[in-house]
Each structure stands twice: as structure tokens, then as C-alpha cells.
DNA sequence: GTATAAACCTAAACACCGTAGGCAACCGAT
DNA sequence: ATCGGTTGCCTACGGTGTTTAGGTTTATAC
């Protein structure tokens, strides 16, 4: 019996492929041996259980959507970079829906408090950095930010909106500049900015 | 063998005690079963399988929110009102955090196409009235809002904010400030009908 | 009372999860 | 190259859950 190379890692990255192809809930123990063909119980050589699967899927996906805010803000300010911040979610909820799901999975602390969710969370306080809060206001900004995003799109991938792609598009931007009036207002801080005017 | 007296309701009703109880994952054939000290094979005389059950618990749940709604939103207007919808979709996720649960899976057309999502989405009407939208932008703002509760509530119910009770309802005051002002400056509409100023 | 429909059961097949112990492959030291 | 120890894979097993098919029992209508 030939060792299949199996590590934690290529478990982890299979589970998000099969994520992306068939669904969160098609990511098993026995699909993922399936897919090394393997028994499943020699999976547990790697990894401790599915949930350990799932965590490391949850923080791999956070890692991989960091990097897509890093690309989508970098060089820009203000409105534009709130764009940048709120589309790289999108972008990454279309192109990879299943390990997006799994982000909306409920978080387990090592998760929440993972170097991933952190990067995720400091490229979101360099985008607020041009509307300059108050220090004890950015917790609740970002709160505001990241729920807005991710509502919006559990919103749109529920099939709530139905095939509505141009209005689903409209609703996007109106969201954003909703965002971007709230910051611009935030007690405290938020002085106009003013790089792009949102005259309707 | 006596009858247990079953129907499809009182399946998803005790469907709903469970998910509460024990969560929503806990909610399986089985368990039902158990509950109603039969066999799990018996209980497809009632319903058609796991998923129909599961729809059902979202309807439920759909129709118990609108209640909600309605009676915290009675009688007030403007942020008022804005602040009773909010308020409505938080205390329920807090009273009922397995039915809450069901309804952020993915929705099936059936329940997406229900009599009691039709009663939410009208209520969040009632409430943006005061805000004298145009027609063609209030399923814009309907999204937003939506969106916005729910992606708050997902982010508090995941364990993002911590123990931190006292900055979580601070965040919810000033996401619910946010959601009013979005709306108070809406392209084409939106008339400040200060009843309540946001001076901060 | 009888006939029928509906509700319940058993049996079965299938899928999934994870543990324990055994065997084989691999690696490092000599 | 050989040997010993470690690690990775397997089998076996017990448990949970899902659903279908067919049989038995209960309830209802006439």
C-alpha cells in the first residue's frame, strides 16, 4: 500500500476544491478519501475530525480573500477603496461559493482569533483610515462594514433576489454608498472626504 | 400500535422547539422521532423528507418574525420605526436562535415564493414608507436593509465580537443610525423628516 | 360488522463518522 | 546494506442517520 503523500494541508486544499465544485456540504471525510482514494479512516492519520477539516477550510478561505481585498484597495482611497474592499468579497463569493459558505459556517475561537481573520480585519481598518474615526469608533465601523458586506451577499446567494442581475447590481451600489454616506457621518469623525461626490 | 396523533405541523413544530433547544444541526429524522416516541420510518406518512421539514421550519419561522415585526413596529415611524424592525430580527435570533438558524440556510423557491417572507418583505415596506422612497428604489433599500440586520446579527450570533456585550449594542445603535441616515439622503427621495435628530 | 385508507412497524440498503489494533512503508542511524 | 522505530495506511467494528418497500394495525365510513 503506496502512501498517498497525504498531509493536513492537501487535505485542507482538497476539502476547498470540493467545496467549490459540489458544495459545502458535499465536503465529507468520505468524499475527501474518495478523492485520494484511500479509506476514510486514513485520513484521521492527518487531520482530527471533519471539523478540523472545516476550521482549516474556514481560515484558508479567510487567508485567500485578504489577499483578494489586498489586490482590490490597493492604490485607492476613500469611496473607491470601500468599492475595492466590498467587491473583492463579492468577486470571491462568485468565483469560489463554496469556500465562501464556508466562512458563513459558525467560527470556532482558534478561527476567530486566526492570523487570517486579523489580515482580513486590518485591510478593512486601512480602507476606514481615510475617514478618519475616532480610535474607539473603528471597532464598531467595522462591524457596521463587514456586516453589511457579507449580509448583503448571503442576500444575493440565497436566491432571494431571484435572476435579477441588473437590479442586483444597482442594489450593490447603492449599498456601498449607503456605506460610504454612513462612514463619511460617523459621530465624532468622518469629515467629508469629498474625492467623489455622490450627486444622484 | 396506537396513532401519535402526527400531521405535517406538529412534525415542524416540534421541529422548531428542537432547533432551539438543541440547535439547528440536532434537527434530523431521528431526533424527531424519538420526540414523538416512534419509529423514524413512520414520519414520512407526514412529511416528505428532511429538506421538506427543514422548509417548513423556515416558514414557520418567517411567519413568527413578521409577527414580531408587526407588533414592534406599531405605531411608530421614521427611525423609530427603523430601530423597532432592527430590534424585532434581533430579539428573535436571541429567543430563538435555532429557528433563527434555519432561516439563514439557502431558501428553496417555495419558501423564498411564501405567503410569510411575502409578510416580512411587506412590513419592511411599511416601515421605509416614512422614508418616501421612489418605487423603482425600494427593493434597492429593502435589500439594504434586510442585509444589513441579518449580516449583523450573523456576525454577533458567530462569536466575532466576543463577551463584548456593552460595544455590541453600541455597534447596533450605530448600524441602526447608519441604516436611517442611508435612507434619510436616498438618491430621489429620502426627505430629512427629522423626527428625531442624530446629533452626536 | 365489513371494507378501505391511512398510519405505524420491520427490514433492508445505503451513507457517514470515528476508534482500535494490525500491517506495511518509510526514514534515520549504524 | 540492515535494523529498529515511527508513521501512514488498512480492516474491522460500532454507532448514527436517511429513506424505500412491503406488511400489519388502527381508525373511519358505510
Do not use: C
Not at 70 to 96: M, V
Not at 128 to 146: F, I, K, N, Q, S
Amino acid at each position: 500500500m503506496m502512501r498517498a503523500n497525504l498531509s493536513q494541508e492537501a487535505v485542507i486544499l482538497a476539502a476547498a476544491e470540493l467545496a467549490d465544485q459540489q458544495g459545502f456540504e458535499a465536503v465529507t471525510v468520505s468524499a475527501l478519501a474518495r478523492r485520494f482514494d484511500v479509506k476514510p479512516a486514513s485520513l484521521y492519520s492527518h487531520v482530527r475530525d471533519r471539523a478540523a477539516v472545516l476550521d482549516g477550510l474556514h481560515e484558508l478561505a479567510l487567508g485567500e480573500l485578504a489577499a483578494l481585498i489586498a489586490e482590490e484597495t490597493a492604490g485607492r482611497s476613500g469611496r473607491d477603496a470601500l468599492a475595492g474592499l466590498a467587491g473583492a468579497h463579492r468577486r470571491y463569493a462568485r468565483e469560489h461559493p463554496g469556500r465562501w459558505a464556508a466562512m458563513q459556517q459558525p467560527a470556532r475561537e482558534q478561527t476567530v482569533r486566526s492570523g487570517e481573520a486579523a489580515r482580513v480585519v486590518t485591510l478593512i481598518w486601512a480602507v476606514l483610515r481615510a475617514y478618519d474615526l475616532p480610535d474607539d469608533e473603528l471597532v464598531h465601523a467595522t462591524r457596521l462594514v463587514g456586516a453589511t458586506i457579507n449580509g448583503f451577499l448571503a442576500l444575493e446567494r440565497s436566491g432571494s433576489f431571484g435572476h435579477r442581475t441588473d437590479s442586483a447590481a444597482l442594489s450593490w451600489e447603492r449599498a456601498v454608498d449607503a456605506l460610504d454616506l454612513a462612514l463619511r457621518a460617523w459621530p465624532g469623525g468622518g469629515t467629508s472626504l469629498s474625492r467623489k461626490t455622490t450627486s444622484a
